[in-house]
């Protein structure tokens, strides 16, 4: 009954070697999210999309990227991560204006990422 | 934009005690929503509840209670009789009603990591 899936649940990458990391909904929701979070932090938004349209946010770095082929699916790019890149990577998923639970968020286990 | 204080980052209760985690909001709006979300050792953020700003009846779901308090910004949680599975972290999230492009921000807490010990 999985419904926002990450994979892959850890992932470890090279200082500067491109890595993506992948989100995919079972629920039919309008709206996907990222959220970066660092060991004993708030998560922290960098973009999200609704529909196809991405909508970044200002203090997200360039390196940071992401691409939603069709509904279900969502990635985040990290072109050239750091070591301060070393983070928990967050999906969400929102439905747009309808249905009672309109504005909740639900998230994916994350995908623990790890910079040598 | 709001912003959240959980004054509290580490709370260690033995099994059995109640706990209350606390939540200080600042907002602008005068419509919002305030979230809290669990987020047990494994990392996925699980829903817990969400209060709209013009419900101010406190909210009971079994052992898991909630105090909104609209006048001092405080939105309250309080677990009775805690459990060892109750360990984790738990944010409080104030939203906007829609920051529009289909989103609704959530800006996270600290939160408070609860150690419930045997």
């Known amino acids: 009954d999985a419904m926002v899936i990450q994979n892959p649940r850890y992932q470890v990458t090279q200082f500067g070697k491109p890595v993506t990391l992948s989100c995919s909904q079972t629920?039919?929701?309008?709206?996907m999210y990222w959220y970066q979070q660092k060991s004993s932090q708030a998560p922290k938004l960098l973009f999200h999309?609704?529909?196809?349209?991405?909508?970044n946010e200002a203090d997200t770095p360039d390196n940071f990227q992401s691409r939603r082929p069709n509904t279900s699916f969502c990635f985040l790019d990290i072109r050239s991560p750091g070591l301060g890149d070393a983070a928990m990577y967050l999906c969400?998923?929102?439905?747009?204006?309808?249905?009672?639970?309109?504005?909740?968020?639900?998230f994916g286990p994350g995908t623990r990422l790890t910079v040598l | 934009a709001q912003k959240v204080t959980q004054a509290q980052t580490e709370i260690s209760v033995v099994e059995k005690e109640d706990v209350t985690l606390d939540c200080v909001y600042e907002?602008?709006?005068?419509?919002?929503?305030l979230f809290w979300y669990k987020q047990p050792p494994s990392g996925e953020l699980v829903f817990l509840i969400r209060?709209?700003?013009?419900?101010?009846q406190n909210e009971i779901s079994g052992r898991y209670s909630w105090n909104f308090q609209k006048s001092t910004s405080s939105f309250n949680f309080t677990i009775t009789a805690s459990q060892v599975v109750d360990s984790a972290v738990y944010f409080c999230?104030?939203?906007?009603?829609?920051?529009?492009?289909?989103?609704?921000?959530?800006?996270f807490g600290k939160g408070t990591k609860l150690s419930v010990i045997p």
């Open positions: 629920l039919n929701h309008n709206v």
């Open positions: 907002t602008r709006d005068t419509t919002y929503y």
């Open positions: 969400a998923t929102s439905r747009d204006l309808s249905g009672p639970t309109y504005n909740e968020q639900f």
């Open positions: 209060r709209n700003s013009f419900d101010e």
């Open positions: 999309y609704y529909d196809k349209d991405f909508n």
């Open positions: 999230a104030p939203s906007d009603v829609y920051s529009g492009a289909g989103s609704y921000q959530l800006t």
